[in-house]
């Protein structure tokens, strides 16, 4: 089993330049900005064979922003469900879904997700799926893709073979996404 980390930063306005700067010697870190969905928040992604490695690793990363800059930083644990993509480059954007599940249903949702991802990945690549370790009960994936234009098709493409996407309504109780673009240093591209 492996654990990520995501820490996603919200920036004060007309400070993202700086803290994009500030991040380009992050090595082995996914890092993103959001291009649509919330604004001026960049999205930090590290992975860990151990949830100790994982949170060994916390210190560092959080010592190494540029917290003048931050108005808000959030950190979460999650549990890798399906293979962590290796990095390099994948695409120009990414995609990020969350959903927060009710508190009975995380089981439920990880099983039908699972059983679905062999179809939908015959489509387009997945960088991770991950569920959340602390706090609200969340499940999230992260998909590139080479373009918006690419992402609409694939999406298209897979809600009409009718296996995507997984009947999981009755568990959740929000859904969020967010289109990121790579920071130029990221580990994943």
């Not at 991950?130 to 373009?147: C, I, K, M, N, Q």
């Amino acid at each position: 089993m492996s654990y990520a980390e995501t820490v996603f930063l919200d920036v004060q306005v007309g400070h993202v330049p700086q803290v994009v700067s500030a991040l380009s010697g992050l090595e082995g870190t996914g890092a993103w900005v959001t291009e649509i969905g919330r604004l001026n928040r960049i999205t930090l992604f590290r992975t860990a064979g151990t949830y100790a490695d994982l949170l060994e690793g916390r210190p560092e990363l959080l010592a190494s922003l540029p917290h003048e800059h931050l108005v808000r930083v959030e950190v979460t644990s999650w549990r890798v469900i399906t293979p962590v993509a290796e990095p390099g480059t994948y695409g120009a954007v990414y995609e990020w879904r969350c959903y927060e599940a009710t508190p009975d249903g995380m089981a439920d949702l990880e099983e039908r997700f699972l059983a679905a991802v062999p179809e939908r990945t015959e489509l387009s690549a997945l960088t991770c799926t991950l569920v959340s370790l602390e706090g609200t009960p969340r499940f999230a994936h992260l998909w590139p893709y080479v373009d918006l234009n690419q992402r609409a098709e694939v999406r298209a493409a897979a809600v009409a073979k009718g296996t995507w996407p997984p009947k999981v309504a009755p568990f959740l109780t929000q859904m969020d996404n967010e289109i990121l673009v790579p920071l130029p240093g990221s580990a994943w591209r």
